[in-house]
């Protein structure tokens, strides 16, 4: 983007531009919105809020990666932006408060699920208008906002209006389609119009965003034995749940966001723009509540093993927790193999492979004890990866080949 073509408050970034201290202040509001919605689904949890709680995975989502976009483009530490985006953490931070009443508003207070949507609504629209006043001579941008506005902003802002007028599956089922209409439109809007000035940035953006996630999972370890005696059992769990965040922080950060990040930079213009989409806007989206799934898991498995007054370490896992321990694994490993697709690679049939059955595996958690359980998915967890890492060594070209 074109220096000139930015509003003389907002600075243009360059090409070599990289996350700055205002991005990661800002990432900070969204560790505590993961901390709630994994107390969201572990307060109810059954299949129907494990719905609400991919929906709502989903919206935060979605105002994350606006404004990831957007600092793309133009400096966040500098000039109006700044004062925007403190404005966006306070609507985001109002936004993870009313988390655990979005789906059962408790008496006496404000309206949550309208305060949520309200929020959203706000972040969403401040989001194009720092857009539009940021690039006055850019028309083919300002089209493509409008188009935005039209079709993945005012329909589905329409739509959870009327969803928090309701309750239980009725709301669920009506932001879901808010949900799904916001994420179709904007990818039949197109990526023609819209920027990603500096590959790396937007790379490094998304891998801090993805090291919070993993954050929030280690977090969760703690949550579960809080206020219970620490044990042999205790610890050897907290290790194995450790374990777990360890595989898969390294099976994205080894290789993979490495790969993504340099096929990113290789292209330009609308190429770029519309890999950085598939990429990273909708295929980071399952990683992220992958992590959250297997937090929920390793919260309520700890809890379990600590709990000795009223748990059995030979009780195994029950219901969505313990789908969502293997789950999330599982939901995270194909999310990783379509990535590695789409930047080209050859189908990961390690990870495919082992991704579906970990998505199965629920129906075998649930017949063994919680500890064991979470060891034997420690060790799933290294073995796939260390088999992922030889296949992708053994798939690249020798130095000889190279050279023909």
């Not at 629209?125 to 850019?138: E, F, G, K, S």
């Not at 819209?194 to 999972?217: C, D, K, M, Q, Y």
């Not at 063994?368 to 053994?394: E, K, M, W, Y």
Request: aromatic share 8%; hydrophobic share 55%; with cysteine.
């Amino acid at each position: 983007m074109a220096r000139d073509n930015a509003h003389p408050r907002m600075v243009a970034t360059d090409d070599d531009h990289r996350v700055t201290p205002a991005e990661l202040f800002f990432d900070l509001v969204f560790v505590y919105a993961l901390i709630q919605i994994t107390a969201l689904l572990a307060e109810d949890p059954t299949p129907l809020r494990l719905l609400g709680g991919a929906v709502v995975i989903g919206l935060l989502w979605w105002c994350w990666c606006c404004f990831a976009w957007l600092g793309n483009v133009i400096r966040a530490d500098t000039g109006a932006l700044l004062g925007v985006l403190l404005v966006v953490m306070s609507a985001v931070l109002i936004v993870s408060m009313t988390v655990s009443e979005v789906y059962a508003d408790a008496e006496g207070g404000v309206d949550a699920p309208l305060v949520f949507v309200l929020c959203y609504g706000l972040l969403r629209t401040l989001h194009l208008i720092a857009y539009w006043i940021a690039h006055p001579n850019d028309p083919q941008l300002r089209a493509v906002l409008r188009r935005t506005a039209l079709t993945s902003v005012a329909p589905p802002f329409a739509l959870l209006l009327i969803g928090s007028a309701f309750s239980g599956a009725t709301q669920i089922l009506i932001w879901l389609g808010a949900l799904v209409l916001d994420y179709v439109a904007i990818y039949l809007v197109g990526g023609s119009g819209w920027r990603v000035t500096s590959p790396g940035h937007f790379a490094e953006r998304h891998g801090l965003i993805l090291i919070i996630a993993l954050g929030e999972s280690i977090t969760a370890i703690g949550v579960g034995v809080r206020g219970f005696p620490i044990t042999l059992e205790v610890l050897a769990g907290a290790v194995a749940a450790l374990l777990i965040a360890a595989g898969l922080w390294r099976l994205y950060f080894k290789r993979l966001s490495a790969d993504a990040e340099e096929r990113l930079t290789a292209l330009d213009g609308d190429e770029r723009t519309l890999l950085a989409s598939n990429v990273y806007t909708f295929l980071h989206l399952p990683l992220v509540a992958g992590v959250v799934l297997t937090a929920l898991g390793v919260e309520t498995a700890l809890h379990q093993v600590a709990d000795t007054e009223h748990y059995d370490l030979s009780e195994p896992l029950h219901g969505v927790e313990g789908w969502s321990l293997a789950g999330g694994v599982g939901l995270f490993l194909l999310a990783a193999a379509a990535i590695r697709v789409r930047i080209g690679g050859r189908p990961p049939i390690v990870l495919i492979v082992s991704g579906v059955l970990a998505l199965f595996a629920g129906l075998v958690v649930v017949l063994i004890p919680a500890l064991l359980a979470l060891v034997l998915l420690a060790a799933a967890t290294a073995g796939v990866t260390a088999l992922h890492g030889r296949s992708t060594r053994s798939s690249e070209p020798k130095p000889q080949e190279s050279a023909q």
